[in-house]
């Protein structure tokens, strides 16, 4: 009996141990998501584990492109739920889990009931706050259907564009342009007139970096704007196509078009476009000194952009595994256009009678052509963001402009005066070498280490010539104006940061460096520039979680601008006979610090975000216009505007932003930057000390119709500002548009207005010791735009690109804040 009695005590003791052993014994969970309807995989779906005797003990995932999740948990019994957005849930009550499981393919169906809420809750989030960047995710902006890229940014609050299409970050138009995270031709060899060929529609959302982490360039010391383009992620055929015409002559079609299997993802998007866009400018100038027969010159051009642009990218995403993929893609612009300058000048005397008047016409012929290939290896390892990336870019650039100019006096007596021909030739091959490993590790691998490398080499020739008719009628050479530069930048940079989540708080530190060797040759006189410099760059990214709902960061980094290839061309470029630019080839790179200080805040219906931010710069670029001392044929002072390293720059403001949701049917979003900065500087014992407080504002407000037509009202007024020379005065413009979808949702028509008061007119007065001029520049007409928009097999892409919207790292500290998102 003592025997029976002791095997039995035996058997329960090993029965307890086992359990005991099997209750910390961890297995896997696994399984695919589908649409039941369609059988395509849902990404992002929701799975989450619910111990039934701890309902504490709560854990999940969400699913892969390919609907694929895989969670590992402790062996016990479990509440199972598999969710979706806008879908039935799928549910398992108490299933015991002692061993791996798999749970197959589980079908969603969708819950028509709840779709509308749905989607009204996903419209919250058109920004997206990270703790080194905000997205705006575009899609929904109605003002730009049809519309190029600056455009877009016209709406982005922080980003301001001038009368020349430049563009500005706070202020401040030190800004770093990419596309997805590297350098582009689609940005311009020399200007940002290429990003006017980049359709808005091609743009899937827009990051705004105004404090970048270590995996940055360091280029820009306003900080980053990156351009993130469309790829699709849904699998099958599907895609869109969109028209729009418009008056002055604006006429295009854009296709996106995708199709995704298990193995590759192929996609494209293409457009052309055709555009007649108007502009005019006026320059009054008052001359201190000279001849007092031309005390006054009054210039008056009306110009005429006509431009035909073709845009195409090509890809393919080759999946080795679910973790390994390559991906290629072949990028081409190809632009051409006609520019028609008419420029009439009028001299008066001291007296203010008419002396002279004469007409100059400019003819210029266009061609702009860009290849970009790239190729991209991602490696994903077993551990979630554990990742290794791989990036090569060959890019060739040809831009080509020829003019034809012919002035004649029409005033006192009609006579040729001159005719000349120029031409600017530039070619660009760029190359770029990047690799970035990612490394989390840790208790729940909430840190992360990381590390790369970037190498961007870049050569531009820029040939300049200009011929003027001899003695003999004939074309000769004018050899003082005409000139050939190369220009030669290799960076190699190296960067490593690391990022820590403790609780409510994230950390975020870096060191960035950069080797820097310029060259540059001007081959028409044999001289040659040569710089090399060694730059460390820290980043420091700190933020603090008071909840869901409520955060703070707190940033810091170094930054460099570089000058551009214009800025150290010494060979004179002209807008017109008495106003010429010429560049320095002894400029040196700016410097500047900054700190950065930002909220966030989040209620039902309303969402604030504010900053604080200050910069100190040094050696910062000032374009200074002086009086060369040489007339023209007609004895017009002729004005010289060069950069040189001027001063000192101390920057700070404040910026404020919210988005506003009083009803379903009203949806309001605004922003307001202010900012002062001071400058100390001396030139030739001149003194161009400046102080310049300025303001801008945007209001957007969008409602929904009867008849679900929605309609949207964007509002824009920026305040006066000046720096040394010129005083800016303010500016206001608003754009209208209404919106109606069509054929069950699957096609939409937008009409769009854009200027409807004709009042984005740029005023500029700018004061120097021997003259003085106000100018106005229209850089184009009021224009109005009719895009229609079709889309096919993207009953899934709406829903996808909520839960993206709703799931991981939508705010900060959302299981992505160390990402420094597409680019060292």
Known sequence: MKTLFFLLIFSVSINMIGQQRLAIQKVTVTGTVIDADTNTPLEYATITLQNSQRPQMLTGAVTNSEGKFEIEVFASTYNIKVEYISFKSFEIKEKSIRENLDLGVVKLSIDSQ???????????????????????????????????????????????TDAEGGVSLRGNENVRILIDGKPSGLVGLSSTDALQQLPADAIESVEVITSPSARYDAEGTAGIINIILKKGKIQGLNGSFSLTTGIPDNHGANVNLNYRTKKINLF????YSYRDSPGETTNDRENFFGNPENKFINEDRDFDRIQNNFNTNLGLEYFFTDRTSLTGAVFMRQNGGKTGTDNFTERLNEARELVNRTFRRE??????????????????????GHILTTDFQYEESVEDEFSIINESEIFPTTQALDFETNSTKENQDRILVQADYVLP???????????????????????????????????????????ELIYEENINALYTQWGTKAGKFSVLLGMRME????????????????????????????????????SVTLGFNRRITRPRSRFVNPFPSRSSETNIFQGNPDIDPSYSNGVDLAYLRRWKKLTLTSSIFYQKNTDVFEFISEDTGNLTDNGDPIVRRFPVNLSTEERIGFEFG????????????????????????DFNGVSFDADNTSWFARLNSRTTLPGKIDFQQTMFYSGPSENAQNE??????????????????KASIVFNFRDVFNSNIRETETRTSTFRSESENQFRKPQFTINFTYRFNQQNNQRQRQRREQGPGQEFGGGEEFEGGGGV
């Open 363 to 384: 003819d210029e012929d266009e061609y702009r052509r860009t290849l970009q290939y790239s190729l991209n290896f991602q490696k994903k390892f077993k551990t979630d």
């Open 658 to 681: 919210g988005n506003y949701n009083p009803t379903k049917w009203w949806r309001m979003n605004g922003s307001f930057n202010f900012f002062n900065s001071t400058r100390d500087g």
């Open 441 to 483: 590790y840790g208790k729940n691998k909430q840190s992360q280490f990381e590390f790369g490398y970037r190498g961007n080499f870049n050569e531009l020739t820029t040939d300049f010539r200009v011929d003027t008719l001899g003695v003999g009628g004939e074309l000769v050479l004018d050899a003082n104006l005409s000139n």
């Open 114 to 160: 709840n779709l509308d809420e749905v989607q009204v809750v996903a419209e919250k989030r058109d920004v997206e706050i990270r703790l080194d960047k905000k997205i705006y995710n575009v899609g929904k902006d109605l003002t730009i259907k049809g519309g190029n890229f600056l455009d877009l940014l016209e709406n982005i609050p922080s980003i301001t």
């Open 268 to 271: 494209n998007t293409s457009s």
């Open 728 to 745: 800016n005065k303010s500016v206001f413009s608003m754009n209208l548009a209404l919106s109606k979808d069509l054929f069950k949702e």
């Open 515 to 550: 080797v820097s060797d310029i060259n540059v040759t001007l081959t028409t006189t044999g001289e040659n520039f040569d710089e090399n410099y060694t730059d460390f760059f820290p980043t420091i990214n700190l933020g603090w979680e008071f909840s869901e709902e409520e």
